[in-house]
């Protein structure tokens, strides 16, 4: 044994051995960034490391056959006792070996090094967020695609009860991101990444997804589809089937079916569907509220195109809604009367209730009929139910805040606040709502959300102006500051940037300044109560809404509560409405940082 041992290391075999694999593995290493870099199937980097498994007793035997002498390469058994070997061979190897070895500690403290800069998450092993697809197609027309495609599937695997899932605002702000995925997930508070992309060519449709481990940056599943645009509901389906399998997901066959279920099998209506969700995106986002009734005629369509398209009446009832009530940020003075608003409301809610894909859907259809008879403990009830039936859900808990906070109960706003962030920490408009509600609750908490919220990549305005009042409300002035030209830069929203300049010269002594910015405001402006209040002029804000308080608006009315410097017992018939339902709200107290005049000091 000895004697074979001698003749293995005289031909060299132990060094190609050595050197094989050395080589072997720095190939490997660079094929697998390659295919990462390059969306490659699976299969190629298992054929190469198949190939190059076999190749090695293939190099161990020419090792073992052949010998390098100064004449050339000969067989070994051929070779006469009398010609020397060429004693550059084991150098060569010994050459070869200490270089790629050198590399490959280059590469690898390279690797812990990036590593060791990378945020440590301590997300659930249950958690992903859903990046932005990439539109590959020719044109480069198809965003609207792919964006829609990546929320439809981000809305999929958000319905499977034990996973988090990362909110669209959040996941979407990393558009075009350059940070690598361990750093994306960590700020995002998760333990996977899902990313892909669309082209789309005629009636061709290419769609690539890739879910990926944040931290080891492995890829758990991949996979390309291709196919027509009448796949395109199908493949959906499939890649949030996959993704939900592959986290190994807790399913019944109940939760599947309503995960999986698009709420439409035409192609047209979907499609539809997903340019009414980035027009509402884009307009909400830019508080370009002319453009809402052009976001409202893009889900008519999709409804006109399927009848029982319950996620599209949906949003229009949502849509709808937000024109019912003038202190919301969607609301649009322009349009038609406040009648017809409120009969396309209880059509697109009824539509909705009757073709629910869910229990939670029809509960929630439910709970927002109760707002238009100011039924609030009804709507608390209804509230409650949706966070039993999907308590990782965030709307839920949104609503049971709102509720809360406008019913008075602040301890109990705030906990169903913290619920619902700590779910989705949303720097969109979903969060901005949620940070609103909870300011008066529990400042502190507030603040901290702000501070998360204009941390995060390209805050929206929407979380601009809401954090500007925040700010305020706890004094810091000089900070607020900031924000009024970096939303008046961002936003289409004139009348809000005059709200925020109004917030601001009253928080810094400049009555004279704030009353200019308001003789500006139209005199029809659904913001005009807010600017009288902003101002300290308490007496005209009151009797402003005086006309309201009778049964067919009182709704309109109650949407004020929002405001806890609105005072429900200058109304009788509203005031009578919530002491029925034994609603004690806490008298009003005024804006901290209103005008100061010599008549509210």
Known sequence: MRK??????????????????????????????????????????????????????????????????????????????????????????????????????????????????????????????????????????????????????????????????????????????????????????????????????????????????????????????????????SIQEEVAFQIANALKTAMNPEELARMLSGGTRSVEAWETYLKGLALDYEVASQMDMARMFDVIAVFDKAVELDPRFADAHLMLADLWEGQLNPTGTAYSPDGPPYAERKRRYDMALEAASKYARSEYTRVEAEMRAAFFDVRIVDQIVLAKRMTEIEPTRRSGWEWLQYLYMISGNSEGAREAGLTAWDLEPDVGESGSVIITNITDASLDDALRMVDESLNAPNPPPIVLYQSHRVLLEAGQIERAATLV?????????????????????????????????????????????????????DDEARELLRPLDKPETLSMLAGYLTYLYFEPRDYPLLWKTLSDQGIDRPLAQPLSYRCKRKDNI
Request: hydrophobic share 45%; with cysteine.
């Open 485 to 537: 030209n970096a939303y008046a830069e961002q936003s289409l929203d004139e009348e809000g940037t005059i709200i925020m300049r109004v917030r601001q010269a009253c928080a810094e002594g400049q009555v004279d300044q704030a009353e200019a910015l308001f003789a500006n405001v139209n005199e029809k402006s659904n913001s005009r109560w807010l600017f009288l209040k902003l101002l300290g002029r």
């Open 4 to 233: 074979f041992i001698e003749e293995l290391r005289y031909r060299n075999v132990f060094r190609v051995a050595a050197a094989y694999l050395v080589i072997g593995w720095l190939i490997a290493q660079v094929a697998d960034l390659a295919t990462d870099a390059f969306n490659a199937p699976d299969w190629i980097m298992q054929l190469l490391i198949t190939a190059l498994l076999l190749g090695l007793p293939v190099a161990l035997f020419l090792a073992w056959a052949f010998e390098l002498t100064p004449e050339g390469i000969v067989r070994a058994d051929e070779l006469p006792e009398t010609v020397a070997k060429d004693p550059r061979a084991g150098r060569l190897l010994d050459i070869i070996i200490i270089s790629t070895l050198t590399v490959a500690v280059l590469l690898l403290g390279y690797d812990k090094l990036q590593r060791s800069a990378v945020p440590v998450s301590n997300a659930d092993e249950k958690s992903i967020a859903v990046l932005p697809f990439d539109d590959y197609s020719p044109g480069g027309d198809q965003a609207w695609f792919a964006d829609g495609l990546a929320e439809e599937i981000l809305n999929s695997l958000a319905r499977t009860t034990d996973l988090q899932v990362a909110s669209r605002t959040s996941s979407f702000a990393f558009r075009d991101a350059t940070h690598d995925i361990p750093t994306i997930a960590a700020s995002l508070g998760v333990a996977h990444i899902l990313e892909g992309s669309v082209r789309r060519a005629g009636d061709r449709l290419r769609v690539t997804a890739q879910l990926i481990r944040a931290d080891d940056d492995k890829h758990l599943w991949s996979r390309t589809f291709d196919g027509t645009n009448e796949d395109s509901i």
